[in-house]
């Protein structure tokens, strides 16, 4: 079946449900180990995880690592431009779950990014990145233990989708001539724009279809939150590309409001619903009137729609969420990504989960990880509905490898992760304790060090580290 890998003789495949993994107590997991740092991160990692399983379970449950190749290492193993070969693409497809070190970006080959060709091959359309802060951790925030958000972005689309052209090409001119000569015109929106012949053109497709389940996965995993933090907030550009960013926002309330109708409630609706709570007497126009402040200067059409939007609300839900029901269910909004970037650091507690789509929650996510302690303690994981890849957020930074120093977090973390999506969740808790207590008793790698008041003097080797998280267990 395989060119070059032998999976292991003991152990058992995880098998998939409605989009939800079945794990056995012995499942094999498929590994990449990384280029650059990961020769020093993944054998920090696996023996967290393992330690984590076996004091967790005491035997009871164990993983049956399987090592495959991709990035710089598969090169060496499969040849030249070999970066991503059939072998790794089976062994993740067969057996469900896998977790991977950082990989580098490929000169030749043609595939542009390793970590962007996983998630479309395998269709994992959920990137999540939960950023949480662990105290002790050195931050440029006056107060970022206030943020613990978790980022879902789609991965499938948007302008990573890589569909673009060269400017200067001639399709490129082709396709310009016929948006400058034939579309844009045939649309009076666009009024006499034009786009400059010696422009470079991408196409950015976002799609109801990709949107929804990405709403609908994060909506899912808002349930099982603690009902303080059962809330999503769909990131849009809905004010500028409206019929991108802004359908995107749109397909999300519908799933909340349609497939979710019990459990979700919009911030829009819990205006309409908490006036009348206030007032039992309170008139369809007046209650408009408070959820619109800029009601009175509408026009009259406009106006309408608005007294329209609260009766269907107080019809079709007063019954279901009114008398304060609403305040027991996900509360569901939206916010424009500009917004966003400020409110996570000027008001972070009011955020929980982030559904995106794919660009900004690229940068999104890393932006959240900054305020936490940067993205060598920040998590990551690819989920589709047929597999998971799990992943270290940062890059190779190959003149550390070797050296046993880099911050093997990333990757520890994101072991807790695909633990917790495995249900194993006393081994996950196990190593967010290690870390905890490690970091609080300044038993840190260089990175965190540098950055502590006073700064740590000797820091730990990524080894060590390891270590360090390991004998926390027990605090």
């Keep these: 079946m395989y060119e070059k890998l032998t999976p292991p003789t003991t152990g058992d495949r995880v098998t998939f449900k409605n989009g939800e993994p079945i794990v056995p107590d012995n499942p094999i997991i498929p590994f990449i180990r990384g280029d650059g740092t990961g020769v020093d991160i993944w054998p920090a990692s696996q023996k967290t995880i393992d330690a984590a399983v076996e004091a967790a379970y005491g035997g009871k449950r164990k993983i049956s690592w399987f090592k495959i190749y991709a990035g710089d290492e598969a090169c060496e193993e499969y040849g030249t431009y070999q970066y991503l070969p059939e072998d790794t693409n089976k062994a993740i497809a067969e057996y469900g779950i896998a977790i991977k070190g950082p ?103 976002i799609s109801k279809t990709n949107s929804q389940r990405l709403v609908r996965r994060a909506i899912k995993h808002a349930l099982r939150l603690p009902k303080a933090k059962q809330m999503v907030t769909l990131v849009h550009k809905g004010n500028i590309m409206k019929y991108t960013e802004g359908a995107f926002r749109d ?31 309170l008139s369809i126009e007046d209650n408009a009137r408070q959820i619109d402040p800029g009601y009175d200067s509408l026009t009259e059409e406009k106006r309408a729609v608005v007294c329209e939007e609260v009766k269907q609300v107080l019809d079709s839900i007063w019954e279901t969420h009114g008398d304060r029901k609403w305040k027991e269910k996900i509360m569901v909004n939206d916010r424009i990504a500009d917004s966003i970037f400020q409110q996570i650091q000027t008001r972070p507690d009011e955020y929980s989960i982030l559904a995106t789509m794919n660009l900004n929650g690229d940068y999104l996510s890393d932006a959240a990880a900054a305020i936490v302690g940067g993205l060598g303690m920040g998590p990551g994981a690819n989920i589709g509905d047929q597999c998971a890849i799990f ?85």
């Excluded at 979710?260 to 205006?271: A, D, K, L, P």
């Excluded at 038993?443 to 700064?455: G, I, W």
């Design 103 to 205: 990989l580098t970006t490929p000169i030749g080959g043609g595939i542009r990014s390793l970590n962007v060709a996983l998630r479309q091959i395998h269709d994992l359309y959920a990137c999540v990145r939960p950023c949480k802060y662990y105290p002790g951790t050195p931050s440029p925030h006056k107060h970022p233990e206030q943020l613990d958000v978790i980022v879902y972005r789609e991965n499938t689309e948007d302008i990573y989708l890589g569909i673009e052209w060269r400017a200067g090409t001639e399709i490129c001119e082709k396709l310009i001539d016929i948006l400058n000569t034939q579309l844009i015109p045939q649309t009076p929106e666009h009024g006499k724009k034009q786009i400059r012949m010696d422009s470079g053109i991408g196409i950015k497709p």
């Design 251 to 281: 397909w999300g309330y519908e799933v909340a409001t349609t497939e979710f109708r019990n459990e979700c409630v919009t911030e829009r609706e819990s205006w309409i619903l908490s006036n009348k709570e206030k007032n039992p007497d």
């Design 391 to 475: 992943e270290a957020t940062h890059g190779t930074a190959p003149k550390h490898a070797g050296l046993d120093r880099i911050n093997p977090g990333s990757v520890i973390l994101s072991g807790v992760m695909m633990l917790e999506y495995m249900g194993w969740q006393e081994a996950a808790d196990l190593i967010k304790k290690g870390i905890g207590g490690a970091i609080s008793n300044r038993e840190v790698t260089y990175d965190l060090a540098r950055l502590m008041e006073p700064p740590v003097e000797q820091p730990l080797k990524c080894s060590e580290f390891a270590d360090a998280i390991i004998k926390h267990f027990d605090d």
